[in-house]
């Protein structure tokens, strides 16, 4: 759905002053590369931040994102839908309207919320200076390095431990810390992924490799395709915090930017973002996107070393693919 700011955004593109053109230090405005599509995010119910790995469980502070089971209790894997259904909350997200400026217009805030900012999305805290010691409680991107996780049952028994496998976003800066996920095709070094992902980069090489790509379409300019990867360490942390419901595309603020004395270029910074985004369209589904389950007795969740030497986690990728149709 495009939303408002879509058509907001559209008139600002075609009313922005040509004029600035003749001057040195206001001609970057008119670069059209600060109109395009800037950004992906991921978003839930709002009620999903209050429960799954939000949860505070004992010990809290020890880093490790923790779950309990609701599901079948021999299964390996978590299933956000079996906790909703126990725990009896509707697990859906908001509607979408034309009128959101966020993903989740209700409060996303997580059980620890103490400095924690209510964006209505997925927050990337590992790479937060004053929120990374909290991640685990916060979700929903794992660190570049991998994070510790325990899955229990309703009687607190273990069920698995390991660690995921380090994110594919933080490792190559692509996310900053609010959940943005920049479009700038970063090369990334994954060769300790290839086994992994063998299948998924001889079909799609270059969304693998890397970041979220624009491309043309046939009958360009009246079509533009978006194409980006959602990596298992991803898949696997989100899906431990409840899953992904929405997923945001946004552009630039141009004139919120202008107005806080910031000016073009505006590059990206993971670490210190001073970007600011306006939401254009966003997609809502009735169903996970990170759904996965046990099959034929091998956990969803664990896959064999390549050399054999033991088990971790390890989803596969989901290539996900957006086009935008302007008619």
């Known amino acids: 759905m495009f939303v408002d700011k879509a058509g907001e955004h559209l ?3 075609m009313t922005v002053n040509r004029s600035l053109s003749a001057i040195p230090s206001a001609s970057s405005i ?8 800037q950004a992906i995010s ?25 779950v309990i089971s609701y599901g079948n209790k021999s299964a390996s894997n978590y299933s956000p839908s079996a906790t909703a259904a126990y725990l009896n909350y509707n697990q859906y997200p908001s509607s979408p309207k034309p009128t959101d400026t966020r993903l989740e217009p209700n ?13 209505g999305q997925y927050l990337n805290p590992t790479i937060h200076p004053q929120l990374s010691s909290m991640a685990h409680l916060i979700g929903g991107i794992p660190s570049a390095g991998g994070s510790k996780y325990q899955i229990f049952d309703t009687s607190n028994n273990l069920i698995l431990s390991g660690v995921l496998l380090g994110s594919i976003y933080n490792l190559s800066g692509l996310m900053d810390s609010s959940g943005f996920l ?3 095709q970063a090369p990334l070094d994954i060769q300790q992924f290839l086994y992994t992902y063998s299948e998924d980069l001889n079909t799609y090489p270059d969304s693998i490799c890397l970041g979220v790509i624009r491309s043309a379409e046939s009958n ?7 194409k980006w990867g959602l990596f298992g360490g991803e898949c696997g942390a989100l899906s431990l915090f409840g899953g992904v419901y929405h997923i945001g595309l946004w552009c630039l603020d141009i004139k919120q ?6 000016s073009p270029p505006y590059s990206f910074n993971p670490l210190n973002n001073k ?23 091998l956990s969803s969740f664990k896959v064999l070393f390549q050399d054999g030497s033991g088990w971790d986690f390890a989803l596969p990728v989901i290539v996900l693919k957006w086009n935008i149709k302007f008619v």
């Open 11 to 13: 008139a600002d593109i």
């Open 30 to 37: 008119l670069d059209t590369s600060n109109y395009t599509f």
């Open 42 to 66: 991921y978003g839930k119910d709002a009620a999903g931040f209050k429960y799954h790995a939000h949860t505070i469980l004992t010990p809290s502070g020890d880093g490790i994102i923790k």
């Open 107 to 119: 409060s996303t805030a997580p059980n620890y919320s103490s400095g924690v900012p209510d964006l």
């Open 182 to 184: 920049n479009f700038v």
């Open 220 to 226: 360009f300019p009246s079509e533009v395709s978006l």
């Open 257 to 262: 930017m202008l107005k806080e004395g910031n």
């Open 275 to 297: 970007r600011r985004y306006k939401l254009f369209a966003k997609k809502t589904f009735n169903k996970d996107l990170t759904f996965n389950e046990d099959e034929f007795g």
